[in-house]
């Protein structure tokens, strides 16, 4: 699994660099990520395993990394210590066997310098029992909340890198969009077409460019 990631983090850097590489023949992921807009954030190595304390609500976590997870989990004990609503429950998969949980909301946990609650509309967990008991661990970083913030992992540096969900996807917003098409509840809306809805991406804002007209 790790290095399948690893494999991963090299082929982004080689396609960030154009291939270029250091005088010693190996590739500096860690220029090459910061140039691409990403924050690095320490990882601690335990018995071949990579973890990450994030921050919840002052409570520090540690969490594994695990690429292989589709879920994130956390220890029960924290949810309730930190008063927490759940939600659904949920009978979750994972290597090992079959772990009944609840589900969680998490906002304001801190995940190098991002906030949960500002990288997705929600941020969800799983809430397990005796997770630290059971794993030594407080939970899991999953694929899931790796790809919300574009994790480049460089696991003979122990770091990892993560950028704002916004940052990964400017590049494929930037310009200007107009509306073709517009169901409202379900049914086709009627569109003008001498002057249809548009939208401007740019400087990491949305723009209504019919608006500034009206204002003009």
């Known amino acids: 699994m790790r290095s399948s990631i690893s494999l991963a983090a090299f082929l982004i850097a080689s396609d960030m ?30 018995n071949g395993l990579f973890y990450y304390e994030c921050n919840l609500k002052g409570e520090k976590i540690s969490l594994l990394v695990d690429s292989g997870a589709p ?3 956390m220890d029960n ?3 309730k210590k930190l008063g927490l609503k759940y939600k659904d429950k949920i009978t979750y998969t994972a290597f090992g066997g079959v772990l009944e949980g609840l589900a969680v909301d998490i906002d304001g946990m801190m995940v190098g310098p991002f906030d949960s609650l500002l ?16 794993l030594g661990h407080d939970g899991t970083l999953s694929l899931q909340s790796l790809q919300l913030l574009g ?16 940052t990964a ?3 494929k917003l930037s310009g200007r969009w107009v509306a073709t098409s517009w169901v409202d509840d379900g049914a086709p809306r009627a569109l003008d077409s001498t002057s249809p809805p548009a939208f401007d991406f740019a400087d990491e804002k949305l ?6 007209r009206a204002r003009s």
Request: hydrophobic share 40%; proline share 4%; charged share 25%.
């Open 17 to 46: 660099l154009g291939g270029q590489s250091h005088a010693a023949g190996t590739l500096d992921i860690d220029q090459v990520c910061k140039t691409a807009g990403y924050q690095r954030v320490e990882l601690t190595e335990r």
């Open 169 to 171: 996807a400017w590049p």
């Open 77 to 79: 004990a924290i949810i």
């Open 119 to 134: 990288v997705a509309d929600y941020f969800m967990v799983i809430a397990v029992d005796g997770i630290r008991k059971r």
């Open 71 to 73: 879920s994130c989990i």
């Open 207 to 212: 723009g209504l460019p019919h608006e500034k």
């Open 151 to 166: 994790a480049v992992i460089d696991y003979s540096g122990r770091a990892m890198y993560l950028r704002r969900p916004i």
